[in-house]
C-alpha cells in the first residue's frame, strides 16, 4: 500500500496521478476526475511553447485552474530552452503547483517539431530544456519521457539523472519506446532499473488498467506512483477503484446506468462552461450561448458515449450522438437510453 509522496513542496497524498492526454484532460474532464476518482495529482493537456510565445487564446485557455483541482500540473512541451523558460513562466502565472515538462508525446505533428519524445534523441538539448524551466519558475519542475526513442536505447536512467542534477524534482516513465506508441505491452522492468538510478519521486505508467494493475506495478517496481491515462477516458469511476486498491480502502460500487448517463451529462454542462471560459453554464449570455455548445459538443463526440459503453445498444447509441451538435440532443438520447436499457456489464478491477 502507498500513502502519497512529495514534490518538492508540494505534498500529494494520493499515490494515483491522471496522465495529461490531449482533447480529454481539460479542466470539465479533471473536475469530474477529481470528484469521483480523487487523484492525487492531475495534469493539464499538453500546452504548445510556441503557440504560447504566438499568443494563442486556445492554448491559454488550456491553463485554467480551480482550486479544488489541487495539487496540480501544468505540462508544457518544446524545443527552444528560452521558449520553454517563458511559457513555464506564462504557465506559472496561471497558478499550478507544478510544471511539467512532456518528452514523451510520440504523435508526428509534435516529434517533427524537435519536441516531446524526438528530445530523447538529444540528451543535451533535453537537459538545457530542463535546467532553463528549473531556473525560470519558483514551482516544482518534473518531466514525463518514455523508456528510449526505439529499441537501441534505453535513455531513460541517463537522462533521469541529468534532469535530477538540474533540478528536476520528480520523473514520470512511460514504459514504452517512442517508437512503440501504444503498441505492445508495457515493459514494467523498465520501471524498476529507473528507480534504482535516481532518488527523486518516481512515477510509473503504462498498462495499468485496474486496481491488480495498480498494486502489481507498486510491488514490482517500487516507483512512488502510478499515473492512469487512457483508462480513465470517460471512466472516472477507474480511477476510483485503482485509487482504493493502491490505499488500502474499500473498493466502490460499479456505478449504474443511470449515475453513467448522469456523469456523461455533466461532462457536457462543463464542457459548454469550459469553453465560454466561465464557472457554469448558467454564466453564459443567451447569444453567445450556441457557439459554444456546438464547440463542447463536438468535442465530446467520441468520449460521451463512452461512458455507457457496455450496455445493450450502446453502439446504436454512439452513432446517434456523435451526430449531435446541442446538449438537448444529448441529454434527449442519453436519459431515453437510461429509461430503456438496465443491462450493463460490471468492469472488472
Not at 524545443?79 to 517563458?86: N, T, V
Not at 533540478?167 to 517508437?179: E, N, W
Not at 515493459?187 to 494493475?213: C, F, H, Q, Y
Request: hydrophobic share 45%.
Amino acid at each position: 500500500m502507498s500513502s502519497g509522496f512529495s514534490v518538492g513542496n508540494v505534498r500529494v497524498s494520493s499515490p494515483l496521478v491522471l496522465a495529461p492526454m490531449e482533447d480529454v484532460t481539460n479542466l470539465a474532464f479533471r473536475l469530474i476526475c477529481k470528484r469521483i476518482g480523487t487523484p492525487g495529482l492531475m495534469f493539464s493537456e499538453f500546452v504548445s511553447a510556441m503557440a504560447i510565445h504566438h499568443g494563442a487564446e486556445k492554448t491559454y485557455k488550456k491553463m485554467q485552474i480551480r482550486e479544488e483541482e489541487r495539487p496540480m500540473g501544468i505540462q508544457i512541451f518544446g524545443a527552444d530552452p528560452e521558449i520553454m523558460a517563458e511559457t513555464a513562466r506564462i504557465a506559472e502565472s496561471f497558478g499550478p503547483d507544478i510544471i511539467d515538462i512532456n518528452m514523451g508525446c510520440w504523435v508526428p505533428k509534435v516529434c517533427k517539431t524537435g519536441s516531446g519524445a524526438a528530445l530523447l534523441k538529444d540528451p543535451e538539448l533535453a537537459t538545457k530544456i530542463v535546467e532553463a524551466v528549473v531556473k525560470a519558475v519558483k514551482v516544482p519542475v518534473t518531466v514525463k519521457v518514455r523508456a528510449g526513442w526505439d529499441w537501441s536505447l534505453f535513455a531513460a536512467p541517463d537522462l533521469a539523472r541529468r534532469f535530477e542534477a538540474v533540478g528536476a524534482q520528480m520523473l514520470t516513465l512511460h514504459a514504452r519506446f517512442a517508437k512503440q506508441g501504444f503498441e505492445g505491452e508495457a515493459d514494467w522492468k523498465l520501471i524498476s532499473s529507473l528507480r534504482e538510478a535516481i532518488k527523486i519521486p518516481l512515477i510509473g505508467n503504462g498498462d495499468v488498467k485496474t486496481g491488480a494493475d495498480a498494486r502489481r506495478m507498486l510491488d514490482e517496481t517500487g516507483c512512488d506512483g502510478i499515473m492512469v491515462g487512457r483508462a480513465a477516458i470517460a471512466n472516472p469511476w477507474a480511477l476510483a477503484r485503482i485509487s482504493a486498491a493502491m490505499t488500502g480502502s474499500e473498493i466502490p460500487a460499479e456505478p449504474s446506468l443511470d449515475e453513467r448517463v448522469e456523469v456523461a451529462l455533466e461532462h457536457a454542462r462543463l464542457m459548454i462552461a469550459y469553453e465560454a471560459k466561465v464557472n457554469s453554464v448558467g454564466d453564459i449570455s443567451e447569444a453567445d450561448y450556441p457557439q459554444f455548445e456546438k464547440n463542447a459538443i463536438r468535442a465530446l463526440r467520441g468520449q460521451l458515449p463512452m461512458y455507457i459503453k457496455g450496455a445493450m445498444g450502446a453502439a446504436e447509441i454512439r452513432s446517434k450522438i456523435t451526430a449531435c451538435s446541442t446538449y438537448a440532443e444529448v441529454e434527449d438520447i442519453m436519459r431515453g437510453f437510461a429509461k430503456s436499457v438496465k443491462d450493463i456489464q460490471p468492469v472488472q478491477v
